[in-house]
């Protein structure tokens, strides 16, 4: 049986991991954050779809459904190791903070604005052709819009709490992946996240975006100020959440 890292092992892991990706080309970063985007939409769409089928049942049966078809998605990420936006928080700074290196501040923003840009892209670019006329199953429209519209109208501030819980959360997924030894422990690990994601008070700015694009797209009740206030709020809290209350924290730990 193996036995867990310590979290200072954690923290070198996650610091070798940070140095691969930041010193990714390119190329390799606008792929990589082109295929997350569009892997995303996968959970998006299982989603929606389990809801339609479960129309005649109650509200928090379809919403717990949900949330177990949306999280594969987030399987599909980690094994395929596609990155978004906030997964890239911890163990890029890691890499910065074992290397002492600030100097690598200029990668690390380059890594965090491709990947940002290339996951709404690629994600956009998969919900724009899905949202096409008869490319969905009967009813995954109407649940999508419905997705979208909630997320729509929420206040700024909600949002903002959301962001930092989600940002938080999956940030937290970060440092999980590196104290797991085995596979099936990271596909665990990621499919709790992805199933937390949907049914808890957390907001991905990559996912709830898309969402909000999706039903865009869809001809939802959504106007292009909801979508951009969205990517500004969430995106701020995403910030606070994964940098300052998971990745500080557990570099803290490692090198206390």
């Known amino acids: 049986m193996s036995i867990a890292p310590t979290p200072a092992e954690a923290f070198q892991r996650a610091a070798n991991e940070g140095q691969r990706r930041l010193d990714q080309s390119m190329i390799e970063l ?7 985007g569009l892997t995303i939409i996968f959970g998006m769409v299982a989603l929606g779809t389990v809801e339609a089928l479960l129309t005649g049942a109650s509200h928090g049966t379809r919403r717990i459904a949900g949330a177990l078809a949306f999280a594969p998605g987030v ?3 980690v094994v395929g190791r596609a990155e978004l936006f906030s997964e890239n928080f911890f ?11 600030l100097g690598m501040i200029g990668l690390l923003f380059r890594l ?3 990947t940002f840009l290339l996951n709404l892209l690629g994600g956009g670019f998969f919900a724009w052709i899905l949202s096409l006329e008869g490319a969905l199953p009967d009813g995954a429209p109407a649940a999508l ?6 997320i729509a109208g929420r206040g700024n501030l909600v949002f903002f709490v959301k962001a930092i819980s989600g940002g938080a959360l999956v940030t ?7 104290a797991v ?3 099936n422990s990271r596909i665990v690990m990621a499919y709790m996240v992805g199933f937390l994601l949907t049914i808890g008070p957390f ?3 990559v996912v709830t975006s898309l969402h909000v694009l999706f039903g865009i797209f869809l001809d939802a009740r959504v106007a292009i100020w909801d979508l951009a206030r969205c990517l500004l709020i969430v995106t701020a809290g995403n910030l606070v959440g994964g940098l300052g209350l998971v990745t500080l924290t557990h570099i803290a730990q490692a090198k206390g």
Do not use: K
């Open 203 to 205: 907001d991905h700015v």
């Open 30 to 36: 606008i792929a990589t954050g082109f295929i997350a």
């Open 172 to 178: 937290l997924l970060s440092f999980l992946l590196q």
């Open 112 to 114: 965090w604005s491709v």
């Open 75 to 77: 399987v599909f990420l």
């Open 145 to 150: 819009t419905r997705a979208a519209e909630e």
């Open 181 to 183: 030894n085995t596979v």
């Open 91 to 101: 163990d890029p700074v890691a890499t910065i903070v074992d290397r002492r290196n």
